[in-house]
T-cell receptor, first 115, second 111 residues
Framework: DTAVSQTPKYLVTQMGNDKSIKCEQN?????MYWYKQDSKKFLKIMFS???????INETVPNRFSPKSPDKAHLNLHINSLELGDSAVYFC??????????????FGEGSRLTVL | RKEVEQDPGPFNVPEGATVAFNCTYS??????FFWYRQDCRKEPKLLMS???SGNEDGRFTAQLNRASQYISLLIRDSKLSDSATYLC????????????FGAGTRLFVKA
């Protein structure tokens, strides 16, 4: 029973296309994230949502648009894909606040390749 | 200066060796500290939390020095299965709850 699941796991597409990655968590957490891990393996936060509200937007191009229909889902839509968007995108969730460690639980990642 | 800095390695050690990783962070108001492990082509997973009093879990010991803004991870009696990337993670709550990952230190344990 996967705690954080994201689809698709692999995505190969042409430059200029639009694609979406979906994420769902069944942990009851309030906060969800999108991270990008590039070829140098550096894991960088893109967005954070708390109870469907955008909390963090880390200088990400406007072509990236997150959407959180409810606190268990956080989807990522990317318009006009570029070669530099090729990376592994990880969804994660956590429960913040008093008494919680802030541990992040990650999905298995979505490997995006832009040709 | 990066918010969280680690030696990228790689560290190549024989089985049974003791290896230590270091990490420094720039925000003195940081609140929580962790080590995560990431296997090749997998997602990061929590290895252990880090406290000023130290935290030991079997062969793994983590230590935090708030004065020096320094975190360490010690692995004793290395196993082949310890080969992975170890990520230093810092959480701060200045201007919002923020989790920052270091770039990771790669470890290869060889027979």
């Amino acid at each position: 029973d996967t705690a954080v699941s994201q689809t698709p796991k692999y995505l190969v597409t042409q430059m200029g296309n639009d694609k979406s990655i979906k994420c769902e968590q069944n942990l009851g957490h309030d906060t969800m994230y999108w991270y990008k891990q590039d070829s140098k393996k550096f894991l960088k936060i893109m967005f954070s949502y708390n109870n469907k509200e955008l909390i963090i937007n880390e200088t990400v191009p406007n072509r990236f648009s997150p959407k959180s229909p409810d606190k268990a889902h956080l989807n990522l839509h990317i318009n006009s894909l570029e070669l530099g968007d090729s990376a592994v995108y990880f969804c994660a969730s956590s429960q913040e606040g008093q008494g919680y460690s802030g541990e992040l639980f990650f999905g298995e990642g979505s490997r995006l390749t832009v040709l | 200066r990066k918010e969280v800095e680690q030696d990228p390695g790689p560290f190549n050690v024989p089985e049974g060796a003791t290896v230590a990783f270091n990490c420094t962070y720039s925000n003195s108001a940081s609140q929580s500290f962790f080590w995560y492990r990431q296997d090749c082509r997998k997602e990061p997973k929590l290895l252990m939390s880090v406290y000023s009093s130290g935290n030991e879990d079997g062969r793994f010991t983590a230590q935090l020095n708030r004065a020096s803004q320094y975190i360490s991870l010690l692995i004793r009696d290395s196993k082949l299965s310890d080969s992975a990337t170890y990520l230093c993670v810092v959480i701060s709550n200045t201007g919002g709850f923020k989790t920052i990952f270091g770039a990771g230190t790669r470890l290869f344990v060889k027979a």
